[in-house]
């Protein structure tokens, strides 16, 4: 069982940053983040082999370019880092683990979830 902690979610402006952490109670080959937004199904939006010298990556095609996906495999930590943020960026953000089909977020099965860090962006 791997437990997942996220932090760094907030509320801003469109054009605004933000960078989310998720730090890992334990080892998995693969870590990603999610996000759900009111009345929508939750998807993913970027995924990271976490045992590859390369951290080979995923990104969902309405992220790519503003968003960023790394580790900290010393610290067992997943981030997010969120540029150009936009109003649609809103949702609550989830870190995942472990599971199926890493490298596609639209594809991956996450074995674990964290309890979501809420963003929200205004315009």
């Known amino acids: 069982q791997v437990q997942l902690v996220e932090s760094g979610g907030g509320s801003v402006q469109a054009g605004e940053s933000l960078r989310l952490s998720c730090v890992a109670s334990g080892n998995t080959f693969c870590m990603g983040w999610f996000r759900q937004a009111p009345g929508k199904e939750r998807e993913g939006v970027a995924t990271?082999?976490?045992?590859?010298?390369?951290?080979?990556?995923g990104y969902a095609d309405s992220v790519k370019g503003r968003f960023t996906i790394s580790k900290d495999s010393a610290k067992k930590t997943l981030y997010l880092q969120m540029n150009s943020l936009k109003p649609e960026d809103s949702a609550m953000y989830y870190c995942?683990?472990?599971?199926?089909?890493?490298?596609?977020?639209?594809?991956?099965?996450?074995?674990?979830w964290g309890q979501g860090t809420q963003v929200t962006v205004s315009s």
């Open positions: 990271i082999y976490t045992f590859s010298s390369t951290g080979n990556r």
């Open positions: 995942a683990a472990g599971g199926v089909s890493c490298g596609v977020p639209q594809a991956y099965h996450p074995s674990y």
